[in-house]
């Protein structure tokens, strides 16, 4: 059945689903979900034709973008995954989806100064806060910027969520900025306050929810605190 198809189950699916799709967009969509469902068995060069078709049909779709960034990052292509980020930004400007790509592909690459930029980029477009600040603070400090700096992005942070409504701004998002305050602290060298509020941060999260990385990422931030205390 499949012959013909290069033994593809996913080309031949494709080849059946095509005829039936009288909306381009609909196709756009189409051969996304097939890229990604032929990524997921590590076929990335027939992953990104299938996206190359999706942008063909729709230069601003996003997710098709961001998609791509991904796939050639996977493949090593690091020039051509920026080129992706660009080129989705150039076509859609705000898109969240490609400003994420962005970050995260400066951030594979370590280039702080680049996470940095994207950062304020995503902030300014309107990132959600408990995301977007801490990352911009923990750009600053792996930049070497002065302490005051970092926790001025933290505080800056903690005003936006606070100006959320309360259904937006719920406990997780307050403990990601608990979170990055004990590194603060921590790279600061007040290890009694990264001591104190890392506690804090285990308890809230016993109470809260089983999560083992949430659990565990409390119980890590305390046991840096102990030992820089020489109390490990």
Not at 101 to 129: H, K, Y
Not at 188 to 212: I, M, N, P, T, W
Request: glycine residues 8%; negative net charge; charged residues 20%.
């Amino acid at each position: 059945m499949l012959v013909g198809f290069g033994g593809s189950f996913l080309s031949a699916c494709a080849y059946v689903i095509a005829p039936m799709l009288t909306d381009w967009l609909a196709l756009a969509v189409v051969s996304v979900f097939l890229g990604a469902a032929t990524a997921n068995f590590a076929d990335f060069e027939e992953s990104i034709g299938y996206i190359e078709r999706a942008i063909a049909i729709d230069p601003a779709f996003a997710h098709a973008h961001a998609a791509e960034t991904v796939y050639l990052a996977y493949l090593g292509r690091f020039p051509e995954a920026r080129a992706a980020v660009d080129r989705c930004l150039a076509a859609a400007p705000g898109s969240m989806m490609c400003l994420l790509m962005q970050l995260r592909l400066r951030s594979w690459e370590g280039d702080c100064e680049g996470v940095e930029r994207a950062a304020r980029r995503m902030i300014a477009a309107g990132a959600e806060p408990a995301f977007a600040y801490p990352t911009l603070a923990s750009a600053l400090a792996a930049r070497g910027q002065p302490l005051p700096t970092v926790r001025e992005a933290l505080r800056q942070g903690e005003e936006a969520l606070a100006a959320l409504p309360a259904s937006m701004a719920g406990e997780i998002q307050r403990r990601m900025f608990l979170v990055s305050s004990i590194r603060a602290d921590l790279l600061g060298g007040d290890f009694e306050a990264a001591e104190r509020d890392a506690r804090a941060l285990g308890e809230a999260v016993a109470a809260s929810s089983k999560a083992q990385h949430e659990r565990g990422r409390a119980a890590l931030l305390l046991a840096y605190a102990l030992e820089e205390a020489g109390r490990a």
